[in-house]
């Protein structure tokens, strides 16, 4: 079974530019959830989706949004890009976004700001 | 709480050793814990978990011990091996509606010397 597939692996941008991050997770899984890594904060909730529908939501700004599509793929968007915003974002997904139901994550997208 | 991490901890065993790494976690209402580890490049990768209503659960190698009078979670891992070197990261689920969101811990780095 494929694991959980994160599109591009590595971006580079500079600031005041928007980035869209993909991804697919595992077959059945229909909750997807988004993660920020940096070193400095460490891995950071950022939203989840289930059908279509973001249940939950982080501490981020408005300018990180998502969306979820009918196949339960998911994407993450980020408007106005700040060198602050340079991480790995990771996605993780799990059958039902259940709070007692294991995540799965992917390798993750290495985002840079120049 | 927020993950902060900065300085990890750092674990330094010998192969065969057996290792044990601590985690405290901060919400009382947390019911459900999850194990991961992260190699270099890759995302966290799932270890094993367990419910608040259990103690102690094993897996191959692993077992996890779950203390919920002082809010402490430990994973131990026997027979320890080079392939385990890695950032190991606790991560919380608070139950109730927070559907698809994992509070993690600031992560403790295990090297495994031959």
């Known amino acids: 079974k494929a694991g959980v597939t994160q599109t591009p692996r590595y971006l580079i941008k500079t600031r005041g530019q928007q980035v869209t991050l993909s991804c697919s997770p595992i077959s059945g899984h229909r909750s997807v959830s988004w993660y920020q890594q940096t070193p400095g904060q460490g891995l950071q909730f950022l939203f989840e989706y289930f059908s279509e529908t973001q249940r939950n939501k982080g501490n981020f700004p408005g300018r990180f949004s998502g969306r979820q599509f009918s196949n339960s793929r998911s994407e993450m968007n980020v408007s106005t890009l700040e060198l602050g915003d340079s991480a790995l974002y990771l996605c993780a997904s799990s059958r039902e976004g259940g709070t007692s139901q294991p995540q799965h994550f992917g390798d993750g997208t290495r985002l840079s700001i120049l | 709480g927020e993950s902060v991490g900065l300085h990890l901890p750092t674990l330094s065993v010998q192969e065969g050793d057996n290792s044990i790494i601590n985690c405290a976690y901060s919400n009382s209402a947390s019911d459900y814990f999850i194990w991961y580890k992260q190699e270099s490049g890759k995302g966290p990768q799932f270890i094993i978990d367990?419910?608040?209503?259990?103690d102690k659960r094993q897996g191959q190698r692993v077992t996890v011990l779950l203390n919920k009078t002082v809010k402490h979670l430990s994973l131990q891992i026997a027979a320890t091996q080079p392939g385990d070197s890695a950032v190991y990261f606790c991560?919380?689920?608070?139950?109730?509606?927070?559907?698809?969101?994992?509070?993690f811990g600031q992560g403790t780095i295990l090297t495994v010397h031959p």
């Open positions: 367990i419910r608040s209503n259990m």
């Open positions: 991560a919380e689920n608070a139950g109730g509606t927070s559907y698809g969101k994992l509070t």
